[in-house]
């Protein structure tokens, strides 16, 4: 079965930096666009970034935008999200998902359980 298991999350100081990572089992990972999502206390669903299949296409929320990068090495079926600069507002539930495509549509069919990342001094 399909399975999207993060990891990396804790709790860093503004301006600090940390690396999620996205292993993902049970489908032919190089086939489909993932995406990063996460959820802040008390607040809807955000969409954070995706990229394609191959990796080549990636796109970012204005959020995020110069601070975050995503990557995938679909030989080790794992997705990142590198995250420097980090603010409190990025304090959230970080959580990815697997397209229903090779190119990014934002509709999805899986989700991780999340790593809870917390910026605080």
């Known amino acids: 079965q399909v399975q999207l298991v993060e990891s990396g999350g804790g709790l860093v100081q503004p301006g600090g930096s940390l690396r999620l990572s996205c292993v993902a089992s049970?489908?032919?990972?190089?086939?489909?666009?993932m995406s990063w999502t996460r959820q802040a206390p008390g607040k809807g669903l955000e969409w954070v970034s995706d990229?394609?299949?191959?990796?080549?296409?990636?796109t970012y929320a204005d959020s995020v935008k110069g601070r975050f990068t995503v990557s995938r090495d679909n030989a080790k079926n794992t997705m990142y999200l590198q995250m420097n600069s980090l603010k409190p507002e990025d304090t959230a539930v970080y959580s990815c998902?697997?397209?229903?495509?090779?190119?990014?549509?934002?509709?999805?069919?899986?989700w991780g359980q999340g790593t809870q990342v917390t910026v605080s001094s």
């Open positions: 998902s697997k397209d229903l495509s090779s190119g990014a549509t934002k509709e999805y069919d899986y």
């Open positions: 049970g489908f032919t990972f190089s086939d489909y666009a």
């Open positions: 990229i394609d299949s191959s990796g080549d296409i990636t």
